[in-house]
């Protein structure tokens, strides 16, 4: 089973985190970059499963070239391999944009299952797997507080502002997981010196096609101000 | 004057979300507010009339057998389904989980941009414009979508506005949805029935218990004092996490943000992450045994002091002023 975990790099939240007042932009040298803990939390679920089965794990990010500090993690915690997404047309990319871009990454790299966190600790949105899901017309399994993956399916506990439910979708498909999960593995020293030899693959734009430019329809920051203290 | 859909959730119960209201009312603002629901043949035609009485001018009821059994696809085709036949200029949704995604899939379905976590919208000239309040308040971003329609989930809880009651048309079409390619829903348990406490987002005042109350049964205190002052009952991540508290009372970072008159953290550190999602708070009141723990820093009053002694003495205090003890 091929699985991919999407990872973003986002400000350190243990400090302050900053926004560009000109461009409405995350201010990335506001702050310590690191992989959002919720993300490593997605990576665990994968190692989870890789731990007692057969299973090849993808990190998978678009970011900018610090990013690569934050893959080397994901490596040294136990992915296989890396996707580095890097091209600084991308910078600023809204939310369409970023999925049409993964969503022909993860055409081009191939999967079976991908997980992501349910909400970044930055941008907060909370859509992107969905929005990856329906580019790949693949079942979405979100916001799961538990993870069962199978062979051919994956299933878990999905808790809304209505209640618990149990949901299950056939593989291929896109996942989301919650604080709920497991805690992620520390990378031990093992895991630190074989992620110098793990393979990372850097792709632009132009390596993705077609699908992957930027729509005709985008959104687009008017204001952005700051709150007196 | 274009329309407007508004995605209206319903629970398991067939009742409408708490969000509807606010929603057509944002809706309102913007043109025509066309309210679209998915349900089960025949299960939501009062319902959807009623939809009238928050001000939906027009309701789109898709009919489906698969509502509670595919996780969201019979929403996202009600969507798609409203968004072909009345051409909307832009398409409201709950910043919920279930809405969010609904939102998601119908911006990818159908072309539309996408704007999260609006807490406010209004129409200027020939575009939509929203506000976000971001990283705890800190920041205002104000944003719109160019080139098409826009798709913009909606802070629960942060618009006051209703729009006036109309009666509804209800249009109602039958939804032919193929299975595949969607999440199956094999069993559903409802929350428990809600308590008679104010919402965590939008309410006046909040009490928040920490790690610092131990256990489930001790967390009471915090549901003691919630009541006596009649706010709404939120907790830290380690809270939580210990099970005292269901996800959903979580405040901070990764959990609601809360703005009330009055917040009370009792047994909080208060660390970053939570200071993310109560700063913006009128009033912070802190209660921790540890003078240096840095709720302590952004608080208004502080007591040093032990919980378990202290908030028994408030809630008395409290009552005696009341008179109801
Ligand atoms: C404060 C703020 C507000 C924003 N508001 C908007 C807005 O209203 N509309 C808009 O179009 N854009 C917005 N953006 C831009 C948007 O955040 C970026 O496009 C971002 O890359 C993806 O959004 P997210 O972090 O909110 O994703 P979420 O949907 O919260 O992310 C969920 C998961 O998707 C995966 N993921 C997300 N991004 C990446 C990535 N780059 N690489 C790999 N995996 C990833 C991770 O697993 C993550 O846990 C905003 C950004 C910021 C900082
Ligand atoms: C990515 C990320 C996201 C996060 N998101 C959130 C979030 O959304 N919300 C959130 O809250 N946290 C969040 N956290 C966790 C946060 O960092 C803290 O761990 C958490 O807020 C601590 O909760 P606490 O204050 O209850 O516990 P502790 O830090 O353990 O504090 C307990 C406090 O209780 C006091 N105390 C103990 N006994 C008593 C007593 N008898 N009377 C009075 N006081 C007492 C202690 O002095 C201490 O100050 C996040 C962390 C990360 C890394």
Redesign the interface.
Known sequence: MKIVVLVKQVPDTWGARRLNLDTGWLDRGGSEAVIDEIDERALEAALAYQDSNDAEVVALTMGPDSAKDMLRKSLAMGADSAVHILDSRLAGADLAWTARVIAAALTKLGYDLVIAGNESTDGRGGVLPALVAEHLGVPLASYLDSVAITADSIAGERSTELGTMSVRAPLPAVISVTERTAEARFPNFKGILRAKKKPVTVWSLDDLGADAAASPVRSVVLATSERPA | MSNVLVLI?T??DGSV?ASAAMLLGAASRLGTPVAVLAAAPGSAAALAESLGSLGAERVYLAETDSVSSL??TPQVAALAAAFTALEPSAILVA????G??A???L???V???????AVDVRAEADRI?ASHS??G??????????????VI?VRQGAMDGRAEAKVAVVESITLDIDAT???????????PAASDRPDLRGAATVVSGGRGLQSKEKFVLVEQLADALGAAVGAS?AAVDAGYV???SQVG??GVTVSPQLYIALGISGA??HR?GMQ?AKTIVAINTDADAPIFEIADFGIVGDVFTVVPQLIDAIGKRSGTS
Not at chain 2, 95 to 98: A, T
Not at chain 2, 111 to 117: F, I, S, T
């Open positions: 959730e629970a398991p979300g996780l969201l910043n919920s989980i279930d969010r995604e939102g998601a899939r911006a990818v379905r072309g539309a941009g996408l704007l999260v976590d414009v971001v990283f308040g800190s920041y205002t971003v104000e944003s719109t979508v160019e080139g098409g329609p826009v989930t390619g969607s999440t199956v829903i094999e069993s559903m348990r409802p929350l991540r269901p996800q959903t970072q990764t970053i992450q993310a913006t």
